[in-house]
């Protein structure tokens, strides 16, 4: 039996960093806890940009007459367990190593604008266009609530702090691919059943990992040291110092020429390469 009324003191933060099936622990959610979730969603342009919170809380029926167990999705900040005063808050989050999230974030983009009639377009060229360290900036910005001003200033070992020490102090961190690891842990907390269905957005694979070549792969992990890190840190076990190198002036050029090459993969899904 499920049990989402009697205890109410712990409040679950799930926090869903794209591609790293946070879908499958969402709908889990979502469908064993229909009546105990909420769901925030990104304020409106331009007032989320000049006014924080940045996020703001749906209405879900049912939280009219008892309080929220799950906060759940991509668009909150730390600063929501301030709604939840005296609830013991838990914090979960997947993690993903850096290649596979960007194959699986770029085999969705194509997969979404082929279904819009659109056209295929090369790996490297979408990949030019992308900011470097994407979740740990998505970490750092949305969940933490840096402004990206801040981050395009901070050096890599003190992005890599900041998120270790946030991290450790979570009640779950895994892999994407243990996310059957957390459905249970919940599962156990809540008397609830743990059966659950793997929901996987990408139904179409345009280029598989052994399609990368090495160099390919390589450049990737150079390029998103701290998210590579983070990953080994917390999914591999790796308790080894890490020292990377300030790529600051690296990471500004990057961000200075990803409109051209933005420009150019658009022109590519529109009328082929």
């Known amino acids: 039996m499920t ?35 909420a769901w925030p969603l990104r304020r409106r342009a331009p007032g989320r940009y000049f006014n924080r919170p940045y996020y ?53 983009r194509v997969q979404r604008y082929m279904e819009k009639g659109m056209k295929s377009f090369p790996f490297e060229m979408w990949y030019n266009s992308q900011a470097s360290n ?28 900041i998120l270790t020490e946030t991290l450790r102090s979570f009640w779950h961190v ?6 059957g690891s957390l459905i249970a842990k919940i599962a156990a907390e809540r008397n609830a059943p743990a059966d659950f269905e793997i929901a996987n957005v990408t139904r179409t694979q345009t280029l598989a990992f052994d399609d990368l070549a090495p160099s390919m792969r390589e450049r ?37 020429q990803r409109p051209i090459y933005t420009l150019r993969y658009r022109v590519a899904r529109s009328y082929g390469v």
């Open 56 to 108: 703001r809380m749906t209405e879900n029926p049912a939280l009219q007459t008892q309080p929220a167990v799950f906060v759940i999705g991509h668009f909150f900040g730390e600063s929501i367990a301030a709604k939840f005063p005296g609830r013991q808050i838990k914090r979960s989050v997947l993690l993903r190593d850096p290649v596979g999230f960007l194959l699986s974030f770029y085999n969705f």
């Open 134 to 161: 994407p979740m740990s900036d998505f970490l750092l910005n949305r969940y933490l609530e840096l402004p990206f001003s801040r981050l395009r200033l901070m050096p890599p070992d003190e992005r890599l702090d």
């Open 174 to 179: 895994s892999s994407y691919r243990e996310c």
């Open 220 to 256: 990737i992990v150079a390029d998103n040291r701290v998210d590579a890190a983070l990953f080994e840190r917390f999914c591999d076990g790796n308790t080894q110092p890490v020292s990377l190198p300030d790529d600051r002036l690296a990471s500004l050029r990057r961000e200075v």
């Open 3 to 37: 049990d989402t009324t009697t205890d109410t003191k712990d409040l679950y933060l799930l926090i869903h960093l794209p591609k790293c099936a946070g879908t499958t622990a969402e709908t889990y959610v979502r469908s064993t806890f229909p009546d105990a979730f």
